[in-house]
């Protein structure tokens, strides 16, 4: 079964992220690595989840026909190799004839942890117009296709299509103090999912997502706090969160 949700996502980054190099301009690239620790119970809400030590990467750039964004998260390292779980997305933005519309796609997928591989893709609409020095706000509307182990006694499979997203990312480049810090947004509404998935999580729609605050300092170093909120996602029935803290570099 992992080695068909492999595939899948292979193919899906093939499709959407494919396009030929020469006919690209390269605006601006940007990456980091960086490495933490979060707590489950911690936040507004107790998940009794535990502590999670984790190691994340992502990558970016900016076209002038459009942007593209990855991130990989590797979780409970402080767990035997069977306890951990591993993150992956890709998304991008294209735009549609030089427009500040685009068409978008994401995918998004958790492999290897206890609850069981998850996979999901994304097809839709966005906007990038709301851009400038001191930060943006890029958003999506987009049908949501799921490749997912769940299988329901009553619903059968959750793999399929799987209602809709409405999402965005965004952040705000200030100074305080004399140090520059960021304050970043991803948010992500699932709705109308299907009755399998819904089961899953407790719910025919859920919410996803993380709020950052950044201090970047010397020179390339950064530290960041994140707040990370869902409602009926992960497996948890309800509203849940965590704190994250992190310590990374920027390339």
Known sequence: MKDIHFKKALLTLSILFACPAHALEL?????????????WNTGFENTHRGEVWKATADFGAIFDKGEFYSFYESNVLNHAVEGRNH????????RLFDSDFSFMGKLYGQFENTWGDELNMMYGLGYLGWSGPSGFFKPYVALHNLSNDYVSIKYGQATGLNGYVVGWTSAWFFD????KMVLSDWNEFELDRNDAYAEQQHSKNGINGGLTLTWKFYPHFKASTTWRYFDNKLGYDGFGDQLIYMLGYDF
């Open 27 to 39: 605006k601006t690239s940007y990456g980091s690595i960086n490495a933490g620790y979060a707590n």
């Open 87 to 94: 993150v992956l997305s890709a998304q991008t933005h294209i």
């Open 176 to 179: 305080l103090w004399g140090e």
